[in-house]
């Protein structure tokens, strides 16, 4: 069987975020009287913002409801905006485009998902043009599908737009638990945690990946070894 499709999470996996998104919403937060503990919003990494608000601001005893979670949200895609746009410590990840290109050498298509909104995930493609590029086939976002991770639905919207029907025939590719858990969802064939991002070896030994790659530059040799039968 041959891989048809590799599905990457993008901050902390495909681009390079020191803890970026960690002070954009804990200041978000902060805003609202919500005075998180990086640890607390490192373990939220991965779902969607909105549902991670409203974990965070029902922990600590405030308000939590829709609108008071939409204005947390909209401060956020400010400050996440901006971010992305100008800060020099945002690029692309260590082996990224190179894997991009080598996947689609051996006919495998590539796509983006993220927790974010369309927005910000749009803001970071344009700003590395990997569409323009070639680099990547498909890009998703949670607001755009009606469950988040780790629901399967941004998997399963972006089998569907790139044409592949079989799960098994899919690789997801994440940096914390609930890219592990939505690649489980969707019955991915192969469910790849890298150490870049918000977790460590340790934590996402936890969660049962099928490995754990300390960069995207060992997913080539990965995918020779682990299962020589399904890459082309």
Not at 40 to 49: D, V
Not at 198 to 204: G, N, V
Request: hydrophobic share 45%; aromatic share 6%; charged share 25%.
């Amino acid at each position: 069987m041959t891989f048809e499709l590799a599905v990457f999470d993008m901050a902390g996996t495909t681009v390079h975020d020191p803890d970026l998104v960690v002070q954009a919403l804990g200041e978000a937060l902060a805003q609202a009287g919500c005075n998180a503990a990086v640890p607390e919003l490192r373990a939220l990494m991965g779902y969607t913002k909105p549902a991670a608000i409203r974990s965070m601001l029902a922990a600590h005893d405030l308000p939590a409801d829709d609108a008071q979670v939409a204005v947390v949200h909209d401060d956020f895609v400010q400050r996440m905006l901006t971010c992305y746009r100008t800060h020099d410590a945002v690029r692309p990840m260590a082996g990224a485009e190179d894997t991009f290109a080598w996947l689609h050498e051996r006919g495998i298509k590539v796509a983006l998902n993220t927790a974010f909104s369309q927005d910000i995930a749009e803001c970071l493609i344009e700003r590395f043009d990997w569409r323009e590029r070639g680099l990547i086939d498909a890009a998703i976002s949670a607001d755009r599908v009606p469950q988040g991770r780790p629901a399967p639905d941004m998997i399963r919207a972006l089998m569907a737009e790139c044409g592949v029907t079989d799960a098994a025939r899919v690789f997801k590719v994440g940096d914390t638990e609930v890219d592990i858990r939505e690649g489980r969802a969707a019955a991915c064939g192969l469910v790849v945690a890298v150490t870049t991002g918000a977790y460590t070896r340790a934590e996402l030994l936890t969660h049962r990946p099928d490995v754990v790659l300390d960069g995207l530059q060992e997913l080539p040799a990965l995918l020779d070894r682990f299962a020589p039968s399904r890459v082309a």
